[in-house]
């Protein structure tokens, strides 16, 4: 049996891995690793991918600065998420905030320090991006539009690093990245129609709580159906083997997605429409293995074959 004490050290550990939602991270990694390898350097093994030391320490860095995010994020909604989680709110308040700033910093210290390993470019690229979390958690996404905007982006730059680190700026991968950005820009704005009353206690200025739930439902209805062209070109104009089962799902789920939308007004409800819109995501990260299987074993599909 565990004493008093140790106990209290594993529930503190505990706290800090849900502070750092450690169970998003390993989905981050397979995903940055499966988008090298399948789309954005195709015409490399699998196995040289893998074995890439400067790749790693790409993903590590991404998944690290990822964690220090989700910690300053953390750290200035711990009044609002009273409100709207209340139950992860308690487990996370088991680590102080100035715990939270300590390894906060800790993190952006070692980011530092290995992204300086690769190159100065990534080492800049990483600063910006320490800087822009930090930013958008302490001011942004307390405003309409911007801090969507900014959220979504935010979710897609880890990838771009990768992309920068290979320079293979094939037009497919554009597709693939508006595709997911509007997946994203979609459960931003379903997460602030989730979370209107710890916003409004917080005097956050949401869109539905300046514009309307209304005037919200409009605007995640527009991207969803914007979704279909970013599917259409990759499908008709691009070659994504298998993986077209999959957006042709999404089409249909987010059909149902519209529709229960409209339904929808209470915080149960749009919380279900988030973890649909979570399901199509991670569910996509598995999926692009469907582009090419073969990549895996020989990497036979050229950029080329991607473009033609």
Known sequence: MLSRKNKLLVMKFVSLFSVVRGYNIPIIVL?????????????????????????????????????????????????????????????????????????????????????????????????????????YSHRIKKYPIIGNLTAALLAVLPFFAILLYYKNFYEVIFGHAIFLFLLLLIREMIKDLENIKGDLANDYKTIP????????????????IATIIPVYVLIEIFDVGYMDIYFYSCLIILIFFLLYLWKSN????????????????????????????????????????LIF
């Not at 709580?209 to 969803?224: A, H, R, W």
């Not at 582009?291 to 020989?298: E, R």
Request: aromatic share 16%; net charge positive.
């Open 209 to 224: 709580i300046v514009y309307g739930e209304e005037i919200s439902k409009k605007i995640i209805t527009f991207l969803t």
């Open 31 to 135: 995903a940055q690793y499966l988008s090298a390898i399948f789309i954005l350097a195709p015409e490399k093994r699998a196995l040289s991918i893998l074995l890439d030391f400067d790749l790693f320490i790409i993903v590590f860095v991404s998944s690290l600065t990822i964690a220090s995010g989700y910690i300053i994020n953390n750290f200035y909604d711990s009044k609002k998420d009273l409100i709207n989680r209340p139950n992860k709110s308690m487990l996370d308040r088991l680590v102080s905030q100035k715990t939270k700033l300590y390894v906060y910093f800790t993190l952006n210290f070692i980011v530092a320090l290995l992204a300086i390993i690769v190159s100065w470019r990534a080492f800049l690229y990483f600063s910006v991006y320490i800087f822009l979390i930090w930013y």
């Open 266 to 305: 209470t915080k149960e409800q749009f919380v279900l429409l988030h973890n649909v819109l979570k399901f199509l995501i991670v569910s996509g990260v598995f999926c692009i293995v469907l582009i090419n299987p073969s990549v895996l074993w020989h990497g036979e599909k050229i950029a080329t074959d």
